[in-house]
């Protein structure tokens, strides 16, 4: 343990005490007596967490919380106040504060409130770098705000197991998407497996999703799994899901709620784990008001 701790607080006492109790536990801490004293050291040597008095003469707390969070977004500050009341604790969270904590001070109190703020700073970090590495491998070339704003929301998409629904006119990247949003997720190494409903036959549409059992229609000589089985674990990614049969997407619909489905020509269910990804260059929307 190296992090460096800045306590801010006009109570010399506090000073001496706090910030040798926690030398004691391994930090590194710098002191200050004022709010002015505060930002002219922050400026020469960050702190990994900020201790901050509210009630100081000259700059208070909360004035130098707000520029705080100004110059340094990511540091965590944690309030700390011998005249606490709820309207304070408010207005400091508001601000941006990681905490708040009340005199006379508990060093075990403290100490947890630290241990969270550094914790919550290292994951901060991680995500962030997470998201650089990740924006890297985005096929999507651009600067522009739409472009941004589509790679956050890939991010925003990709941790979770939710079913998505890519929308946009033919050739603007919809199945590159798709797939950032699977390469990024939990399931990424685990199968994505494509079907571009417009190409398939209505007749076809069912068999190729859900498989079918021998004999179950002409030609059927043998069982045949369906992109749902293939998919199990990861992804199956339904291109041009607007030109599906009404019936098909019913049946969608079970998977997405239940994830379960019988083959073709078989009562057996089969359960799946399957994520959906689906794209459109339809107007959904328009399509459902004009039944």
Known sequence: MNEKILLVDDEVSILHSLG??????????????????????????????LLLDVWMPGIDGLAVLERVKQLMPHLPVIIISGHGNV?????ATKLGAFDFVEKPLSLERILVSIQNALQFQRLQEDNLIWR??????????????????????ILLAAPSNATVLVTGE??????????????????SQRPLIEVNCAAI????????????????????????????????GGTLFLDEIGDMSLRTQAKILRII??????????????????????????DLQKSIEAG
């Open 170 to 187: 033919n050739g603007t990247g919809k199945e590159v998407v798709a797939k950032a949003i699977h390469n990024l997720s939990q399931r």
């Open 87 to 91: 309207e304070t604790a408010v207005r």
């Open 257 to 282: 709620q239940e994830q379960t489905f019988e083959r073709v020509g078989g009562s057996r269910t089969v359960k799946v784990d399957v994520r959906i990804i689906a794209a459109t260059n339809k």
């Open 132 to 153: 650089q590495k990740a924006t890297r491998r985005f096929q999507l070339s651009g600067k522009s705000p739409a472009i941004q704003s589509v790679r956050e929301q």
């Open 20 to 49: 040798g109790a926690l030398q004691d536990e391994g930090f590194r801490v710098t002191c200050a007596k004022s709010g002015e004293e505060a930002l002219d050291e922050l400026q020469l040597d960050p702190p990994d967490a």
């Open 201 to 232: 036959p209505d007749e076809l549409i069912e068999s190729e999703l859900f498989g079918h059992e021998k004999g179950s229609f002409t030609g059927a000589v043998e069982k045949r799994r369906g992109r749902f089985d293939l998919a199990h």
